[in-house]
């Protein structure tokens, strides 16, 4: 497989293009489907396969801001944006972001940044999947139970029981209060909402992500965004941070664009698909996969951080299997699923 290897002037290492498809492309369809821009598993993937951390980071922004102009085209013709809200997390997702990302340059001088930055990633990525699997296993059966007669549209309608913080937040009166109709949210305080996109564009510049595996279940849990919405928004920000921490880790000079380049054309097709997988599965189910995706990342994560303690190179081989196998195998999954659930409305109409 030499034959397929690249040199990457930028990063200063060898790299195989088939594998920056593959990831491109997986990246695209699971970024298309959760609304994330795909960074924690893009980041940990060229770590893991021999990128120093910096280097991935800006790598996989360049990634995230040329993979989603397609989902977010894809989601907006389905009515998935709430661009209200999309755009005031911009404003407050581009300073988190270069907070973030003058931090990582610190630590870069410092010391050993990557593992500071998979031990974060791994508390988030844990307690993340936590809450998300708490939601699916003690919530889900209650709202089933409740719903079993309606149609599969009404799964965007948000989950009171779920979503006693978002009620508490909106609750809060700090003027200005605003509303978000796309959302079904009649008031909440911008500072709250402001403040919560400003923690995850912190993290997006930090993690080297778009904040989606953090800002999605915020829009969910802490501002009560029903589940599509949630995803077809949080692809719009991811959009814009992707663009800025592109250009802000570019002119740092820590961008490998001819592998973000080969990325992107996997990531170009991943991502229609992912986006209009949406359209077949379920609220809750986007919910579950999204959880049990981010426990195999995470696990990848921790097996990668043990080989930097122990210096078991098996340890950083099965962190790479771990997560690239978890990449496909969700992908795959998500694809069968709409294949399925496209052929079952097929022979509905016919």
């Known amino acids: 497989m030499d034959i397929f290897n690249i040199y990457l002037p930028v990063a200063g290492i060898e790299f195989n293009v088939l594998l ?6 997986c990246v695209g369809v699971l970024g298309g489907f959760f609304g994330v821009g795909g960074g924690w598993i ?4 060229l770590n893991i396969f021999g990128f120093h951390m910096a280097y991935a980071i800006g790598t996989d922004l360049s990634n995230i801001f040329g993979q989603s102009i397609g989902a977010v085209k894809k989601h907006h013709k389905m009515g998935n944006i709430d661009w209200k809200l999309g755009f005031i997390s911009i404003i407050a997702s581009v300073v988190g972001l270069e907070l973030g990302s003058q931090v990582i340059l610190i630590l870069e001088k410092a010391g050993d940044v990557g593992s500071i930055v998979r031990w974060c990633y791994l508390f988030l990525m844990f307690g993340l999947s936590i809450l998300m699997f708490y939601d699916y296993f003690k919530l889900n059966p209650k709202k089933r139970g409740k719903n079993k007669n309606k149609s599969s549209n009404e799964q965007s309608e948000p989950i009171r029981a779920k979503n006693t913080i978002a009620e508490r937040l909106h609750k809060i009166n700090l003027p200005p209060m605003i509303s978000f109709p796309a959302s079904g949210i009649k008031s909440v305080s911008l500072w709250i909402v402001l403040f919560i996109f400003l923690i995850t564009g912190f993290l997006s510049g930090f993690l080297g992500v778009g904040g989606g595996f953090i800002r999605m279940p915020a829009l969910v849990y802490l501002i009560g965004v029903p589940t599509v919405i949630a995803v077809g928004t949080d692809l719009m920000s991811v959009l814009f941070s992707g663009a800025y921490g592109c250009f802000t880790y570019g002119i740092k000079g820590r961008v490998e664009l001819i592998a973000a380049f080969f990325m992107l054309i996997g990531a170009s097709i991943g991502a229609q698909i992912g986006a209009t997988a949406v359209k077949y599965i379920k609220g809750y189910g986007i919910r579950l996969l999204f959880a049990i995706m981010i426990v195999c990342a995470g696990f990848s994560i921790a097996l990668e951080q043990a ?3 122990t210096n078991l190179q ?3 081989t099965i962190a790479g299997i771990v997560l690239m196998g978890t990449a496909v195998s969700m992908t795959l999954i998500i694809i069968f699923s709409l294949v399925s ?8 109409r016919l």
Request: proline share 4%.
């Open 20 to 25: 920056l498809i593959l990831i491109g492309f």
């Open 42 to 45: 893009v980041t940990p993937a």
């Open 314 to 316: 098996v340890l950083s």
């Open 341 to 348: 659930e496209f052929k079952k409305e097929r022979k509905l």
């Open 307 to 309: 080989y930097k303690i």
